[in-house]
Nanobody
Framework: QVQLVESGGGLVQAGGSLRLSCAAS????????MGWYRQAPGKQRELVAT???????NYSDSVTGRGTISKDNAKNTVYLQMNSLKAEDTAVYYC???????????????WGQGTQVTVSS
């Protein structure tokens, strides 16, 4: 089994900062990419940022310049630093991993349970 466990969500004032963490564990053979998506009430889940095992990152237009994604390959952990938070950043943030499992070497997408981020204006 594979688990993605997020931490770092919470309530923050507009203009503030937040750092989300996500650790992947279990029978993991390799990780191709990890990242973050978010879903606000009444909206579809959307990309926030992703980073490949090689370090190539991708950001949505909504967080470009305000967010930084980073990873620790040794710990199978990805981080998202968000600055200058806005009310529209309020959402449930989901960790994502594109990885291969050990027992079958099958590649698939895995998701965390989500962590709530609320930005008060």
């Amino acid at each position: 089994q594979v688990q993605l466990v997020e931490s770092g969500g919470g309530l923050v004032q507009a203009g503030g900062s937040l750092r989300l963490s996500c650790a992947a564990s279990g029978s993991i053979f390799s990780i191709n990419a990890m990242g973050w998506y978010r879903q606000a009430p009444g909206k579809q889940r959307e990309l926030v940022a992703t980073v490949t095992s090689g370090g190539r990152s991708n950001y949505s237009d909504s967080v470009t310049g305000r967010g930084t994604i980073s990873k620790d390959n040794a710990k199978n952990t990805v981080y998202l630093q968000m600055n200058s938070l806005k009310a529209e950043d309020t959402a449930v943030y989901y960790c994502y991993a594109d990885l291969k499992v050990s027992w079958t070497l099958k590649r698939g997408d895995y998701w965390g349970q989500g962590t709530q981020v609320t930005v008060s204006s």
